[in-house]
Nanobody, 123 residues
Framework: QVQLVESGGGSVQAGGSLRLSCVVFGYTNDFYCMGWFRQAPGKERERVATFLVGEGTTDYGDSVKGRFTISRDNARNTLYLQMNSLKPEDTAIYYC????????????????WGQGTQVTVSS
């Protein structure tokens, strides 16, 4: 049974940095894609960053380009999100997600989700 477990959230002042981690348990075949999403109160879920596993390529939402970096450590079965130059509008619950099917990746309809970790950025 696949399980994604996030950690690394917390409170930080604007301009600061945080690194989120997502450890994957229980998978036998590699995913097609992994990603980070976020949801702020009263807002729709937003795609933050995508990692295409086979190609090793990344893609970012416009609001985080140049500030956030997604990466993966295969040996540790861990996905990371390095967040720099944080802004109050980055405040949200951040979720790690993964999918085996290409169509789920291209439509942001990921199958596996973590429980989320809270990130709060104060001005």
């Amino acid at each position: 049974q696949v399980q994604l477990v996030e950690s690394g959230g917390g409170s930080v002042q604007a301009g600061g940095s945080l690194r989120l981690s997502c450890v994957v348990f229980g998978y036998t075949n590699d995913f097609y894609c992994m990603g980070w999403f976020r949801q702020a109160p009263g807002k729709e879920r937003e795609r933050v960053a995508t990692f295409l596993v086979g190609e090793g390529t990344t893609d970012y939402g416009d609001s985080v380009k140049g500030r956030f970096t997604i990466s993966r450590d295969n040996a540790r079965n861990t996905l990371y999100l390095q967040m720099n130059s944080l802004k109050p509008e980055d405040t949200a619950i951040y979720y790690c997600a993964a999918a085996y099917a290409n169509w789920r990746c291209t439509t942001n309809n990921y199958y596996y989700w973590g429980q989320g970790t809270q990130v709060t950025v104060s001005s």
